[in-house]
């Protein structure tokens, strides 16, 4: 008995130990993969928010910006518009058209309607958001287009970190890179500049900004072009992680993007974050240990399953 | 579009032509000629044309020249839709040709088939359509046969034991996973696991992720080949090594320009170095006139354009008639030689053609070396 019972034990023992190395692996994995994803509908959760704090406006054409960020990013890299751009000029060039439509909207459609009931507003976004997917498909067609890294540099598919069955892409250190540092960037600015001090003053409460001198019609459309920005990069990061752009990318990524919005706390930073991560991460763990085709649900699931718990989102303000 | 312009010209020169002739022979050929899957149309309208020149250089039909008449689908049910009800609805319409993607063969098929209307579908695979209607006919297999058939193929020809899948979440797809499922089970080939992807989705990391850590022999690719190809390259960026293949929807040019789709093996319904002097005879007629090789689409096209005629010939200008005809061709004795093989039915208007395989080697498709015939 007792002889047997211990190399039963070791056989035991090892077959767990490798089941779990096996396994640890593909979580790593998924964890990479989700961390991702995660930062990208971060990057759009935050526009979503930014704007929300100071024009108490849902803008549903953020999908758009993220769909033109990446349009006008690869146009720009593979001559569409007539001119070759490298790697640095056309990432410049697409984030600025970007905040440059994001002021554009502002000034056009939603200053005019600052005192209007909230629903214009709202539906004016839903307008436009339909406006510029036509737009896009005016412009670059309805096929989907997909490269084969050509236009990006070679390293970025390359591994970064190749150990066990764990792969983890050039690419995928950068967007996470990308995304921390956007995030320390913004902190930075709305803590620590004037215009920073600006937008916390607008978004507590625009009157009493305005009465102290605050120019919030600046502040809003500065707000709108940061915004603007954000969705853009991530559209273009998106555009480049999956090597295919189609001018429906801007829609599921809208909305995916509000919904981690939400989740946190419209309104809030730290929230949209956070919401971001989660919708990244259980999209992931979701494709990954549950069969298909339900994962694609298992996302608003969650949400619905937070937002229960805690109507007001995670990180959210009391009403 | 540079490309479309002489079909448009074409589709506006009809109707003075057709009125100037007086006796011309319309045959309608119905294919999506701009939209996201317009590529598929190009080698139906070549198809098309060439099979109409050489009709009408050796006396048309009974002494009546052909005239081809395009119509653009889309591949969009709505268009296709209401296309069919206008060929329906012309007295001078006695065959369709067409349609090319099967959601757009099954939105007109209720049309024609209320109108009695024949149609000959080079190119749609869905089960669906043999079913639904007696008087549609297609000289393509459908997918139920295909899909039985890679079962059958990775299972004897390549020795797979364990094969994972990744379908496209639409009717194509889900026809071709059920039946490479089923035909799987009975060979005792391992489905080690089965994954979708939703329509719009371009980031597969997670569903690959998963399969790599299963390690499956080959992963099957049950979709068209925009998906596909990401998927590829993304399975490359994660260290996968495994063989990846798929049917018709994949066989694209799209592939050929991916360097991950290296060794991706597909199932193409004509091959150019396979077959007879017939297959040669045409793929040299073809070069020569439009300077391209020819794909599937113009093989089938050329082959329901020829059959067509030849039961306008047989059976004459009337519907009803035609549809006779070709029902009765119901053996392969009695069968329309096409270049692909001879063209018969049975009882659903569904058609036992060879499967061929072909696979991805430097940038360019090649016979696989294995064939396996029913």
């Not at chain 1, 960020?69 to 000029?89: K, W």
């Not at chain 1, 600046?218 to 189609?246: D, E, H, K, P, Q």
């Not at chain 1, 001018?247 to 956070?274: E, N, Q």
């Not at chain 2, 009695?116 to 297999?141: C, D, E, H, K, Q």
């Amino acid at each position: 008995m007792g002889k047997c019972r211990r190399p039963a034990a070791t056989v035991v023992f090892h077959s767990m130990l490798h089941a779990l190395l096996a396994s640890s692996t593909l979580f790593l994995q998924q964890l990479i993969n989700g961390a991702v994803l995660g930062g990208l509908y971060a990057l759009i959760a935050l526009a979503y928010s930014l704007v929300y704090g100071v024009a108490r406006l849902v803008n549903f054409a953020h999908g758009e910006i993220y769909l033109f960020g990446a349009f006008i990013f690869l146009s720009l890299l593979s001559g569409f518009f007539g001119v070759v751009l490298s790697f640095g000029p056309a990432l410049l060039g697409a984030v600025a058209f970007c905040a440059l439509l994001g002021v554009l909207l502002d000034k056009v459609f939603f200053r005019p309607l600052r005192r209007a009931p909230a629903l214009a507003g709202l539906m004016t976004t839903i307008g436009l958001s339909v406006i510029l997917q036509n737009l896009a498909l005016l412009i670059w067609g309805s096929r989907s287009r997909i490269f084969f890294g050509a236009l990006v540099p070679a390293f970025f598919a390359r591994p970064a970190l190749q150990s066990g069955g764990l792969v983890v892409s050039w690419f995928q250190v950068i967007i996470i890179a990308a995304t921390a540092g956007t995030l320390a960037g913004l902190q930075l600015l709305l803590y620590r500049t004037r215009f920073g001090r600006a937008v916390r003053a607008v978004s507590q409460d625009r009157t009493a900004a305005a009465l102290v001198g605050v120019n919030v019609d600046r502040v809003v459309s500065g707000v709108f072009a940061i915004a603007a920005i954000l969705a853009g990069l991530a559209g273009i990061m998106a555009g480049c992680y999956c090597s295919a752009i189609s001018p429906a990318m801007g829609y599921t990524a809208g909305i995916k993007g509000f919904s981690a919005a939400v989740v946190g706390g419209l309104g809030s930073l730290p929230g949209a974050v956070l919401g971001g991560g989660i919708c990244g991460l259980v999209e992931a763990f979701g494709a990954g240990y549950i069969s298909s085709p339900y994962h694609e649900g298992l996302v608003f699931v969650t949400m619905i399953v937070i937002l229960l718990l805690k109507p007001g989102g995670l990180a959210g303000r009391k009403s | 579009m540079k490309k479309f312009f002489p079909v448009l010209f074409l589709l506006l020169l009809f109707p003075v032509a057709a009125a100037g002739a007086g006796k011309t022979i319309g045959i309608p050929v119905v294919a999506p000629l701009s939209g996201p899957l317009a590529s598929f149309g190009q080698g139906v309208v070549n198809g098309a044309r060439l099979k109409a020149e050489e009709l009408n250089t050796n006396g048309g039909i009974n002494g009546r020249p052909v005239a081809i008449r395009f119509e653009d689908d889309r591949c969009d049910p709505q268009t296709a839709a209401a296309v069919a009800v206008r060929l329906a609805s012309d007295p001078d319409v006695f065959i369709v040709v067409g349609h090319v993607c099967s959601s757009a063969t099954l939105a007109a098929l209720p049309i024609y088939r209320a109108a009695g209307l024949p149609a000959i579908t080079p190119a749609s695979t869905n089960p669906a359509v043999g079913r639904l209607s007696a008087i549609y006919f297609r000289n393509v297999y459908q997918d139920e046969f295909q899909g039985a058939f890679l079962a059958r193929y990775v299972s004897r020809a390549r020795h797979y034991k364990r094969v994972a899948i990744l379908f496209a979440a639409n009717d194509y797809g889900l026809g071709l996973k059920d039946a490479f499922a089923a035909a799987a089970r009975r060979l005792g080939l391992q489905i080690v696991d089965c994954e979708s992807c939703p329509a719009e989705r371009t980031d597969f990391r997670a569903q690959l992720a998963k399969i790599r850590d299963l390690n499956p022999d080959a992963v099957f690719l049950a979709g068209y080949a925009p998906q596909a190809s990401l998927i590829v390259s993304q399975a490359r960026g994660l260290g996968m090594k495994c063989v990846f293949f798929g049917a018709d929807g994949l066989d694209d040019a799209l592939m050929l320009k991916n360097p991950d789709a290296e060794g991706l093996f597909v199932t193409t319904p004509f091959l150019a170095d396979r077959g007879g002097a017939m297959v040669r005879d045409f793929v040299e007629r073809y070069r020569r006139r439009f300077g391209l090789e020819p794909d599937w689409f113009a093989a089938n096209t050329y082959d329901a354009v020829g059959l067509a005629a030849a039961a306008l010939a047989r059976a004459g200008c009337d519907r009803g008639k035609v549809s006779a005809w070709l029902a009765a061709l119901d053996s392969p004795g009695n069968a329309y030689q096409g270049i692909a093989g001879p063209i018969y039915f049975d009882a659903h208007g569904d058609c036992l053609k060879p499967i061929f395989v072909k696979l991805v080697r430097h940038g360019r498709w090649v016979s696989a070396a294995d064939q396996l015939q029913p």
